[in-house]
């Protein structure tokens, strides 16, 4: 993901970091979205009910700075 200015989070030059949670939800629907593919199924409407352990080590990500999230199902 690389964040741009249109954002509609982006305040100025920066984004709470809070927001990149969206950014791991998308991640996590496309996953499942191939995955239900793979298997010849049509993708469903998913939800990102709760997150059990989140830590954010900045208050803030740049404008343009690429950040990588990763998907891996655990269960």
Known sequence: VT????NLFAQGD?????ITIEYMAQ????????????QG??????YLIAVR???LHCA?????E??????KRVW
Request: charged residues 20%; glycine residues 10%; proline residues 10%.
């Open 3 to 6: 964040p741009r200015a249109d």
């Open 14 to 18: 920066r984004i709470p970091a809070l």
């Open 27 to 38: 991640t996590v629907g496309a996953y499942a979205g191939l995955r239900h593919h793979a």
């Open 41 to 46: 199924h049509a993708p469903r409407p998913g």
């Open 53 to 55: 352990e989140l830590s």
């Open 60 to 64: 803030h990500v740049k404008v343009g």
């Open 66 to 71: 690429r950040l990588h999230v990763h998907a």
